[in-house]
């Protein structure tokens, strides 16, 4: 059975968009405002679990996938956290800890496949470029979309954000295409 990705995954990336949302305003409401690691921990949850389903009759549980998943992505933004927090600053940078959240993951992910494939590395090589890209909608909406004001600037700017989705839905598509072919080999 090859799970369909590109679905699952864009309607993990829209839960994990309003999970981040809440995360963020819980954090901020909480008195913790600046956090960076409740985004990553929301948009974890939300793609881990429609994928984690998607994968569920191979891994037998959606658990191990759910924590890979938001574990992994949400490290680099808590290293980020914590050195605020300690007085030892690293400078923040979205793409970066996208991307170095996207590798931390799909190797968590790897070791959660490993029950069910022989060689993970496709998986470990395409899905942070997936992450990546994804992620990247932000800053092309900061960078290189023009300034709409209003409610069709929201809707145009969510609408880009919540396209990393299918983004990274097609990263991990081939990405299992490719390691699924591999057990079949």
């Known amino acids: 059975m090859t799970p369909r990705w590109?679905?699952?995954?864009?309607?993990?990336?829209?839960?994990?968009?309003v999970l981040a949302i809440v995360f963020v305003i819980v954090a901020d409401g909480g008195g913790a405002p600046?956090?960076?690691?409740?985004?990553?921990?929301?948009m974890g949850l939300g793609v881990g679990l429609l994928q984690?389903?998607?994968?569920?009759?191979?891994?037998?549980?959606?658990?191990?996938?759910?924590?890979?998943t938001s574990a992994g992505l949400t490290i680099p933004f808590l290293v980020v956290d914590l050195?605020?927090?300690?007085?030892?600053?690293?400078?923040?940078?979205?793409a970066v800890c996208v991307a170095l959240g996207g590798v931390v993951a799909a190797a968590f992910q790897s070791l959660a496949l490993r029950a069910v494939v022989a060689r993970p590395?496709?998986?470990?090589?395409?899905?942070p470029v997936?992450?990546?890209?994804?992620?990247?909608?932000?800053w092309i909406n900061e960078r290189l979309l023009p300034k709409t004001p209003g409610v069709i600037g929201a809707l145009q700017y969510v609408?880009?954000?919540?396209?990393?989705?299918?983004?990274?839905?097609?990263?991990?598509a081939v990405a299992w295409r490719l390691?699924?072919?591999?057990?079949s080999s």
């Open 52 to 68: 984690g389903r998607a994968l569920a009759s191979r891994l037998g549980t959606v658990r191990p996938w759910v924590v890979a």
């Open 6 to 17: 590109i679905a699952p995954t864009f309607l993990g990336w829209c839960l994990g968009f």
């Open 159 to 172: 609408s880009v954000v919540l396209s990393g989705g299918l983004i990274l839905g097609v990263a991990c």
């Open 34 to 42: 600046g956090l960076q690691s409740p985004l990553p921990i929301g």
């Open 121 to 127: 590395l496709w998986w470990l090589l395409l899905t």
């Open 83 to 94: 050195s605020h927090l300690i007085g030892r600053p690293v400078p923040y940078a979205l």
């Open 130 to 138: 997936g992450w990546l890209l994804g992620g990247s909608t932000v």
């Open 179 to 183: 390691v699924d072919r591999d057990v």
